[in-house]
């Protein structure tokens, strides 16, 4: 059972790159997310999707773009990498918001 | 709007010691609350959670009651091993108060425990 699983695990970029992070769950959860953590900030709400089709904002999304055109997948792209984008990146699934959420593994990305 | 404030860490405890982690919230409605557990290297896990006042949540040893008299949410375990070593976030999901129901963390407590 994969559960959510996350790819790369590690990422350099350099300043203006762009890239995107890939999140895939095996388990029909129609709630996905993307959240940021970074040291003494514990974990920041970029994006989210109540479903394939339906993305929306949340705290910090400047700089991110998503989609969901399937109930597996939800991509995160960093459209002009920056040095404040530095962190690791966690992608969650649920069945519903309120139900118990599951992470991937995470991605540690430093930008240069 | 909707917060979760939990103490600072780092938390450093000797095997078998007790173990409080505290955690007040705000929230407009009636938020489920959680707490979360990260190890080394890996995301976060679910630990325990509770959906209404007075709801007790546990697992693994760890129990946190919901208090909606004092919105807390402390976390706590009677003797804590070296395998407990993580960092623990306490987290509400609540569907008012401009959140829509996404979870909100606080910003977590790093515990390790010496032998």
């Known amino acids: 059972n994969a559960g959510v699983t996350q790819t790369p695990k590690f990422q350099v970029l350099k300043t203006g790159q762009s890239m995107t992070l890939q999140c895939a769950q095996d388990m029909n959860h129609e709630y996905m997310s993307w959240y940021r953590q970074d040291p003494g900030m514990g974990l920041r709400l970029i994006h989210y999707?109540?479903?394939?089709?339906?993305?929306d904002q949340g705290e910090v999304p400047n700089g991110y773009n998503v989609s969901r055109s399937t109930t597996e997948d939800f991509p995160l792209r960093l459209l002009s990498a920056a040095p404040s984008q530095t962190s690791v990146y966690f992608c969650a699934s649920s069945r519903t918001p309120n139900t118990e959420a599951f992470f991937g593994q995470g991605t540690r990305l430093t930008v240069v | 709007g909707n917060s979760v404030t939990q103490m600072e860490g780092p938390v450093t405890l000797s095997e078998e010691a007790f173990l409080t982690i505290n955690c007040t919230y705000t929230a407009t409605g009636y938020p489920s609350l959680f707490w979360y557990v990260q190890y080394p290297g890996e995301g976060l896990q679910l630990l325990l959670k509770?959906?209404?006042?007075?709801d007790k949540g546990s697992n693994k040893g760890f129990e946190a009651t919901y208090r909606k008299e004092t919105t807390s949410f402390h976390l706590e375990k009677g003797s804590v091993q070296v395998s407990d070593s993580a960092v623990y976030f306490c987290?509400?999901?609540?569907?008012?108060?401009?959140?829509?129901?996404?979870?909100?963390f606080g910003k977590g407590t790093k515990l390790s425990v010496k032998p």
């Open positions: 509770a959906t209404k006042a007075d």
């Open positions: 999707s109540v479903g394939a089709g339906i993305t």
């Open positions: 987290a509400l999901s609540d569907r008012y108060g401009g959140s829509q129901g996404n979870l909100i």
